[in-house]
């Protein structure tokens, strides 16, 4: 009957190999978990999620919009806002 011999560098191959089958599919679940805690947490904290309970906040919300996009200027985005935190 054949023994296991001397593996030699075939044992470290072996060992190496194992290695890298058990950490590659744990380390992909650990990233794939840590990328949705970090969506959860960033979709917590986004400005339209806090905003979304008043029309007025809403309506700088649409102004804050239009200025990104560039339809309105900042002198316009400050007056419009004033005029929005009227009491």
């Known amino acids: 009957m054949m023994g296991w011999g001397s ?19 744990l380390g992909t679940a650990f990233g794939i978990v840590m990328l949705f805690k970090a969506a959860a947490h960033h979709h917590k904290w986004t400005p339209r999620a806090r905003r979304s309970e008043s029309p007025r906040l809403k309506a700088e919300d ?6 990104a996009r560039g339809k309105i200027d900042a002198t316009t985005l400050v007056q419009r806002r004033a005029v929005l935190r009227q009491p």
């Open 7 to 25: 593996m030699g560098t075939g044992g470290l191959a072996m060992i190496l190999i194992w290695s890298i089958a058990l950490l590659l599919p």
């Open 62 to 67: 649409e102004l804050e919009l239009r200025y």
